[in-house]
Each structure stands twice: as structure tokens, then as C-alpha cells.
């Protein structure tokens, strides 16, 4: 409805007040602060970054200890417990936690220390594992894999390709040798094409041996275990066992802060929230004896915030003329139902100060193509049942959760609206309820339009949409025309809002009689000839003035007269607009279409018991899937009848959203004194 009015406020105190002034300021939220715009030589920053850095990673270490808290002692959440809010906390309480601050450090180093023990242990266990699962293949053997053998004795340890036998593998080892006899081969296992032998043999015969064997594809293990391998897996084993219920001992003891989240949680905030404080104390010029702020607050809370630093820190406070150079702060102020709005028209972008606020005209066009669009009333029903539902238990949900849940209870209602108009109640239930079940045979539908049924004549909800169309598109022009007025701009006004009036109403009177609009409509409508003729005088007039006015700011007449031309060619661009809220007619069709085929499907067994639980399961799960994806479709197709078609008429997005210094509070919400 309206943009907030701000003022800029130029605060001077004393050093000593510094630390009370920002803790207030931050605490209440109602100052933008400026961290440019005061610049004299005489006066200094304060270097914060490294106590800012220091907040930062004390935060950032507590959430980590909390997660993995969180991890080893999960908390039972309500399914809709993220639309609880931040918890409430009276400053006493806040406090006693912050007074605990330096013990809540240490426990959180502890709790990432066992968390790093946790995870080092997980490595070892994984390092057992895998040198497990590299001895598996030698568990046969009955000496160390790294014996080399005796005096007069060698042991060859490796794995030759292929699947063998212990005498293809004597045979492989044993020619050239000087004793056949003294010559041992044992297999200790075969897989993966590799068969893992043990051969002992005279160490002078040990060189001939290796060699006859690598010439079948012997080779020695990458890496030689001490060890009999039976006896090192026995002992890794037993490390396992070990590194086991050392992680259980350590997930007790993180699991035992789990009392103490709330705590956390706290200082955490408490951490975050200097680390905002220093980031701006970084950026305030100051004295040997006093500092400096400027910043931006609404104009109703000015005097407040003034008599409040005067009077309680003895600060002098200043109220600033606004400079050409500045950017003021956006704040929008709209009634409760406009309000829901207001997260779409951010998502754009903000208006600046001195254009409009096209929120309040905005809310009432979204809801109703809203509803036209989803256009089922029990589809309807259950959005703005639920949605009522959820805003009445969670009264302290996040302000955008809420937003949303307000503007979908408003678009549920017309929905409702919608839906009852066209006759759709989960599409055509109560005429398939009424056969399938209970052999109803008489006239249909049973749930009569109030208005009439689009699946039955859609060429005439075409019409009511394109008109629709055109009144939001003239309400968008009309909020441009309203801001040449606001600026004084007569003579834009006249050339390029009402010649465009004039041009296109005139050319939409023409259309209405004509053979074309009446195959379309199925209305036949004839005008009194002098309705006809002001038409045609109206469009000519408006065609006239946007020729010769378009380009008024050229002296070359010849160029002004090419600039209308084309300017007159745009008739083109509002047809396309038009058309684009064909959408309305196409996904209210679908919504019902949709609904109409799952009855259907769900009606295919029949009647009786069987039929009626086959009916139910489909009937549920089909109509939440339409509702879910119809929905989603209604409100993207929304957005952009208002983003491309509503807001191309008038709008520029130039505004700076209202960014107050305040807490950095992530959990907890501190219950203050109220002193504005």
C-alpha cells in the first residue's frame, strides 16, 4: 500500500556510552547503519578484524560440537517442529548461560576432541580391516611372511598366475636343481586367477628355483607382514575389538552433553552476535573522546530512537536532510491480507522510495488467478483448513514460513470460490461416488456450477480470462499513469497513458462485434452505430497522439514520426499479454481434467468392499498428487503474470531492502524491555 517514509539520524557520544549505545541499538533492530559517509582525517577505525575472526570461530566451533551431539544423541523432533521458531529466552536466563561462556568453550573443545578421536579410531579400524583382508590368502602358512629360512635352507612366499595344483607347481620349481628331493611346494590358497604357494628348497638351489618360477608368473607380496598371518589377524582382531569400545566409551561421553544443547545453543548466538557488533565497530570513525554513527530508521521511530540516546547516554542526535546521493532504505507497510504479498514482490525486487507500491493492487489480482488456476473447492478447502491450522498452533513460526502459510490461506479461499463457481469438488466425485457406489442413475452433475462449467464451454472462460488480463494490464498502466501525475509529468501522462487507453480500448470495442470475437465467445454482440463510430474515433485518437508523441524528445519531426511508429507497433507486445492469461483457462482445465481421470481410475473395480478400499487408496493419493503439482503450477504461473505481464507496464525494481543492525541470533530470541 505504501513506503515507509525514513529518516536519516547522525549520532555523536561519547566513547565511554560506545559499547551500551551498540548493544542497544543492536538489540532493538531499528537502525540501518551507514559504514560509509564520514570521512575526516583526524578520525580512526578501530582495527576489529582479528577479535571478529576470533567470535567467528568460537560460534563455529560450537556448532560443530553441537552437530555432533546432535549425531550421537539425536533429539525427537516434531514432524513440524521447524515451525516452532526461535525459543523465547528472558534476559535473566540469557544471561546465566552467557556467564558460563568460558566452561562452554572448554566442553565444546572436548567434544570435537573426542570427535576427532572418533574418527581416528574409525582409521584404524579401517587400516585392521584392510590388512586383514590382505592376509586372508595366507592364512595357511605357518611362518612368518617375512622368513627368509635357515643356514641352509630358503622360503620362497609369493603367488603365481593361474589356478595350480602343489605337483604343477613342484613341476614348475624344480628342474635345473641339484636334489629333486629337497624341494617342498604348498599351496596356501587359489581365487582371482592367482594361486598363492609356499615353496622351501636348498638355499643354493633357491636362485634356480626363483627363476623357474617367475617364468611361470611368480612374484613375490608388495608388502612382507612380520608375523605368522593366523597369529597378526588374531592381533588385529583384538585392535579392532579395541578401537571399538573406545568408540563407544567416547560416544558416551558426547552423548552425555546432551542437557547441555541448550546452552550451546546460547552462546553460540552470543558469539555470532559480537561478531556482528565488532564487524560494525570495525567501520565507526571515533575520537580519542567520542565516535560517530549515521544511519537510517523509519520516520515514526525517530524521535524515539533520539530521545532515547540523548536522554540515556547523553548522545547528540541529529535528524538529516536527505541527500540526492543517498539510497534510502525500503520498508513496505501493507494491511494483513496485502502483507502475504510482500515476499513475491521482494523476490522481483523492491520499489524506491517516491514510485508506488504496487503490493495492495498486486494481492487481490494473485489470489484470484490464484484460484482460477487451481479452481477445485475441495482443493481449496484443505489449503486454507491447513494453512489455518498451522498459523494458529505455531504463532512464533520464521516471518517468511509465516508469509507463505498467509498467502496460501488466502489463495485457498479463492480457490474455494473458483471451484464452487465451476462446479469442481475433487473434479467430479459426487457424480462417480453416486454411480460406482450407489447405482445413482438420474442427471449429472450432481454438484452444479454456480456459474457455469468450463470442461463444458472453455472458449468462453477464454473470454472472461482475456478480460481479466486486460483490466490487470489497465491497472498496471495506471499505476504509471498515477506516477506522471505524482511527478507533474502532464504531458506523459496524456501521450503514453491515456493515448494507450484510448488506442486500445478503442481497438477492443471494434473487435467485440465483429463475426471473429462472436465464433470465439458463441455471444453474438451488435452496438448502437454510435458506439461503433466512438471506437474507431478512439483508436484513430490514440494512434494519432502516440505517432506524434512517442518521440517528443527528438526536434527532427521525421524521427519523432518513426520513434511513434514503432512505439504503435507495441500493440503487438499487449497482444501477447493478453494471450499469456490464456494460462488461467489452461490450468484450471487441467486441475479438473486431472481430477476427473483419477476418479475415474480409482471407480474401475467397481462397488463393494473391494472396490471401495481400491477407490479410496487411489482416490487419496491421486487428488494430493494433482493438488500438490496444480498447486505449484498455480503459483509459478501467477508469479509471472505478475513479473512479465503486470509489473512490465509499470515497475522498476530499484529499492534497497531495510537491513537494521541487529542481533545474529540463530536459536534463542532474547525477551527485552520494551524503551521505544
Same mark, same amino acid.
Given at each position: 500500500?505504501?513506503?515507509?517514509?525514513?529518516?536519516?539520524?547522525?549520532? %555523536?557520544?561519547?566513547?565511554?556510552?560506545?559499547?551500551?549505545?551498540?548493544?542497544?541499538? *543492536?538489540? +532493538?533492530?531499528?537502525?540501518?547503519?551507514?559504514?560509509?559517509?564520514?570521512?575526516?582525517?583526524?578520525?580512526?577505525?578501530?582495527?576489529?578484524? $582479528?577479535?571478529?575472526?576470533?567470535?567467528?570461530?568460537?560460534?563455529?566451533?560450537?556448532?560443530?560440537?553441537?552437530?555432533?551431539?546432535?549425531?550421537?544423541?539425536?533429539?525427537?523432533?516434531?514432524?513440524?517442529?521447524?515451525?516452532?521458531?526461535?525459543?523465547?529466552?528472558?534476559?535473566?536466563?540469557?544471561?546465566?548461560?552467557?556467564?558460563? @561462556?568460558e566452561e562452554c568453550l572448554k566442553d565444546v573443545q572436548a567434544?570435537?576432541?573426542?570427535?576427532?578421536?572418533?574418527?581416528? %579410531?574409525?582409521?584404524?579400524?579401517?587400516?585392521?580391516?584392510? *590388512?586383514?583382508?590382505?592376509?586372508?590368502?595366507?592364512?595357511?602358512?605357518?611362518?612368518?611372511?617375512?622368513?627368509? $629360512?635357515?643356514?641352509?635352507?630358503?622360503?620362497?612366499? =609369493?603367488?603365481?598366475?593361474?589356478?595350480?595344483?602343489?605337483?604343477?607347481? #613342484?613341476?614348475?620349481?624344480?628342474?635345473?636343481?641339484?636334489?629333486?628331493?629337497?624341494?617342498?611346494?604348498?599351496?596356501?590358497?587359489?581365487?582371482?586367477?592367482?594361486?598363492?604357494?609356499?615353496?622351501?628348497? +636348498?638355499?643354493?638351489? /633357491?636362485?634356480?628355483?626363483?627363476?623357474?618360477?617367475?617364468?611361470?608368473?611368480?612374484?613375490? !607380496?608388495?608388502?612382507?607382514?612380520?608375523?605368522?598371518?593366523?597369529?597378526?589377524?588374531?592381533? &588385529?582382531? @583384538?585392535?579392532?575389538?579395541? *578401537?571399538?569400545?573406545?568408540?563407544?566409551?567416547?560416544?558416551?561421553?558426547?552423548?552425555?552433553?546432551?542437557?547441555?544443547?541448550?546452552?550451546?545453543?546460547?552462546?553460540?548466538?552470543?558469539?555470532?552476535?559480537?561478531?556482528?557488533?565488532?564487524?560494525?565497530?570495525?567501520?565507526?570513525?571515533?575520537?580519542?573522546?567520542?565516535?560517530?554513527?549515521?544511519?537510517?530508521?523509519?520516520?515514526?521511530? /525517530?524521535?524515539?530512537?533520539?530521545?532515547?540516546?540523548?536522554?540515556?547516554?547523553?548522545?547528540?542526535?541529529?535528524?538529516?536532510?536527505?541527500?540526492?546521493?543517498?539510497?534510502?532504505?525500503?520498508?513496505?507497510?501493507?494491511?494483513?491480507?496485502?502483507?502475504?504479498?510482500? !515476499?513475491?514482490?521482494?523476490?522481483?525486487?523492491?520499489?524506491?522510495?517516491?514510485?508506488?507500491? !504496487?503490493?495492495?493492487?498486486?494481492?487481490?489480482?494473485?489470489?484470484?488467478?490464484? $484460484?482460477?488456476?487451481?479452481?477445485?473447492?475441495?482443493?481449496?478447502?484443505?489449503?486454507?483448513?491447513? %494453512?489455518?491450522?498451522? &498459523?494458529?498452533?505455531?504463532?512464533?513460526?520464521?516471518?517468511?514460513?509465516?508469509?507463505?502459510?498467509?498467502?496460501?490461506?488466502?489463495?485457498?479461499?479463492?480457490?474455494?470460490?473458483?471451484?464452487?463457481?465451476?462446479?469442481?469438488?475433487? =473434479?467430479?466425485?459426487?457424480?462417480?461416488?453416486?454411480?460406482?457406489?450407489?447405482?445413482?442413475?438420474?442427471?449429472? !452433475?450432481?454438484?452444479?456450477?454456480?456459474?457455469?462449467?468450463?470442461?463444458?464451454?472453455?472458449?468462453?472462460?477464454?473470454?472472461?480470462?482475456?478480460?481479466?488480463?486486460?483490466?490487470?494490464?489497465?491497472?498496471?498502466?495506471?499505476?504509471?499513469?498515477?506516477? %506522471?501525475? @505524482?511527478?507533474?509529468?502532464?504531458?506523459?501522462?496524456?501521450?503514453?497513458?491515456?493515448?494507450?487507453?484510448?488506442?486500445?480500448?478503442? +481497438?477492443?470495442?471494434?473487435?467485440?462485434?465483429?463475426?471473429?470475437? /462472436?465464433?470465439?465467445?458463441?455471444?453474438?454482440i451488435v452496438f448502437p452505430a454510435w458506439l461503433n463510430a +466512438?471506437?474507431?474515433?478512439?483508436?484513430?485518437?490514440?494512434?494519432?497522439?502516440?505517432?506524434?508523441?512517442?518521440?517528443?524528445?527528438?526536434?527532427?519531426?521525421?524521427?519523432?514520426?518513426?520513434?511513434? /511508429? #514503432?512505439?504503435?507497433?507495441?500493440?503487438?507486445?499487449?497482444?501477447?499479454?493478453?494471450?499469456?492469461?490464456?494460462?488461467?483457462?489452461?490450468?484450471?482445465?487441467?486441475? $479438473?481434467?486431472?481430477?476427473?481421470?483419477?476418479?475415474?481410475?480409482?471407480?474401475?473395480?467397481?462397488?463393494?468392499?473391494?472396490?471401495?478400499?481400491?477407490?479410496?487408496?487411489?482416490?487419496?493419493?491421486?487428488?494430493?498428487?494433482?493438488?500438490?503439482?496444480?498447486?505449484?503450477?498455480?503459483?509459478?504461473?501467477?508469479?509471472?503474470?505478475? #513479473?512479465?505481464?503486470?509489473?512490465?507496464k509499470f515497475y522498476d525494481a530499484g529499492g534497497k531492502a531495510?537491513?537494521?543492525?541487529?542481533?545474529?541470533?540463530?536459536?534463542?530470541?532474547?525477551?527485552?524491555?520494551?524503551?521505544?
Amino acid at each position: 500500500m505504501a513506503i515507509v517514509e525514513m529518516q536519516k539520524l547522525s549520532i %555523536c557520544a561519547g566513547k565511554k556510552n560506545r559499547k551500551a549505545i551498540l548493544e542497544m541499538l *543492536q538489540s +532493538l533492530g531499528v537502525m540501518e547503519v551507514m559504514t560509509e559517509g564520514i570521512e575526516d582525517p583526524e578520525l580512526l577505525k578501530m582495527d576489529t578484524l $582479528g577479535q571478529r575472526q576470533q567470535f567467528q570461530k568460537e560460534s563455529e566451533l560450537i556448532e560443530q560440537a553441537l552437530k555432533t551431539v546432535s549425531k550421537y544423541a539425536p533429539e525427537k523432533k516434531a514432524a513440524l517442529s521447524m515451525l516452532n521458531g526461535r525459543e523465547a529466552l528472558p534476559r535473566s536466563e540469557y544471561d546465566a548461560f552467557v556467564g558460563k @561462556k568460558e566452561e562452554c568453550l572448554k566442553d565444546v573443545q572436548a567434544i570435537n576432541r573426542k570427535d576427532k578421536n572418533i574418527t581416528e %579410531c574409525r582409521g584404524i579400524i579401517l587400516k585392521d580391516e584392510n *590388512q586383514k583382508e590382505t592376509l586372508r590368502p595366507w592364512m595357511a602358512l605357518d611362518i612368518p611372511m617375512d622368513f627368509k $629360512g635357515t643356514k641352509k635352507t630358503s622360503v620362497l612366499i =609369493g603367488t603365481v598366475q593361474g589356478i595350480h595344483s602343489e605337483e604343477e607347481v #613342484y613341476a614348475m620349481a624344480v628342474p635345473g636343481i641339484s636334489d629333486e628331493k629337497a624341494l617342498c611346494a604348498d599351496i596356501l590358497s587359489a581365487g582371482n586367477e592367482l594361486t598363492y604357494v609356499s615353496v622351501l628348497c +636348498l638355499s643354493r638351489d /633357491a636362485e634356480k628355483v626363483e627363476e623357474n618360477l617367475r617364468a611361470k608368473g611368480f612374484s613375490k !607380496p608388495a608388502q612382507l607382514m612380520s608375523g605368522v598371518p593366523s597369529r597378526t589377524a588374531e592381533e &588385529l582382531d @583384538k585392535d579392532i575389538a579395541t *578401537q571399538k569400545a573406545r568408540i563407544e566409551e567416547l560416544i558416551k561421553d558426547i552423548a552425555s552433553f546432551e542437557s547441555r544443547k541448550e546452552e550451546f545453543r546460547v552462546v553460540a548466538d552470543y558469539y555470532r552476535t559480537r561478531a556482528e557488533k565488532y564487524r560494525l565497530l570495525g567501520t565507526i570513525p571515533q575520537s580519542k573522546e567520542v565516535f560517530f554513527l549515521e544511519g537510517w530508521v523509519t520516520r515514526d521511530s /525517530a524521535d524515539s530512537v533520539a530521545k532515547l540516546l540523548t536522554e540515556r547516554y547523553g548522545a547528540v542526535v541529529e535528524k538529516e536532510e536527505t541527500k540526492e546521493s543517498d539510497t534510502e532504505p525500503v520498508v513496505l507497510h501493507n494491511n494483513r491480507f496485502s502483507r502475504s504479498v510482500e !515476499p513475491v514482490l521482494a523476490s522481483y525486487g523492491l520499489p524506491s522510495h517516491g514510485h508506488v507500491d !504496487p503490493t495492495f493492487i498486486m494481492s487481490f489480482f494473485y489470489v484470484i488467478f490464484f $484460484g482460477m488456476m487451481l479452481s477445485d473447492a475441495a482443493y481449496g478447502i484443505i489449503m486454507f483448513i491447513a %494453512c489455518a491450522i498451522l &498459523l494458529k498452533k505455531f504463532k512464533k513460526m520464521p516471518e517468511g514460513i509465516s508469509s507463505m502459510l498467509h498467502l496460501f490461506f488466502w489463495c485457498g479461499i479463492s480457490t474455494t470460490f473458483w471451484g464452487f463457481m465451476y462446479g469442481g469438488f475433487f =473434479g467430479n466425485a459426487a457424480d462417480v461416488i453416486a454411480q460406482t457406489f450407489f447405482g445413482y442413475t438420474g442427471p449429472t !452433475p450432481l454438484l452444479k456450477p454456480l456459474w457455469f462449467e468450463p470442461l463444458g464451454n472453455p472458449m468462453r472462460l477464454l473470454v472472461w480470462c482475456m478480460l481479466f488480463g486486460v483490466i490487470h494490464l489497465y491497472a498496471g498502466l495506471g499505476i504509471k499513469g498515477w506516477e %506522471c501525475l @505524482k511527478a507533474k509529468d502532464f504531458v506523459g501522462f496524456i501521450s503514453d497513458i491515456v493515448a494507450w487507453y484510448l488506442f486500445l480500448t478503442g +481497438l477492443i470495442l471494434m473487435l467485440l462485434p465483429t463475426e471473429l470475437f /462472436a465464433s470465439i465467445s458463441q455471444v453474438s454482440i451488435v452496438f448502437p452505430a454510435w458506439l461503433n463510430a +466512438l471506437s474507431k474515433y478512439m483508436a484513430i485518437a490514440g494512434a494519432a497522439i502516440i505517432l506524434v508523441m512517442a518521440g517528443r524528445d527528438r526536434k527532427n519531426w521525421a524521427l519523432r514520426i518513426v520513434l511513434g /511508429a #514503432y512505439s504503435l507497433y507495441g500493440v503487438s507486445g499487449w497482444l501477447s499479454d493478453i494471450l499469456s492469461y490464456s494460462r488461467l483457462l489452461a490450468l484450471g482445465l487441467a486441475t $479438473g481434467v486431472i481430477a476427473n481421470v483419477i476418479n475415474m481410475m480409482a471407480s474401475m473395480v467397481g462397488g463393494g468392499i473391494v472396490g471401495a478400499i481400491v477407490f479410496i487408496i487411489v482416490f487419496v493419493i491421486g487428488h494430493l498428487l494433482n493438488l500438490a503439482i496444480n498447486a505449484l503450477g498455480a503459483y509459478v504461473h501467477t508469479n509471472r503474470l505478475q #513479473y512479465v505481464e503486470f509489473f512490465g507496464k509499470f515497475y522498476d525494481a530499484g529499492g534497497k531492502a531495510f537491513k537494521p543492525f541487529q542481533t545474529a541470533n540463530k536459536y534463542i530470541e532474547v525477551k527485552e524491555e520494551k524503551v521505544l
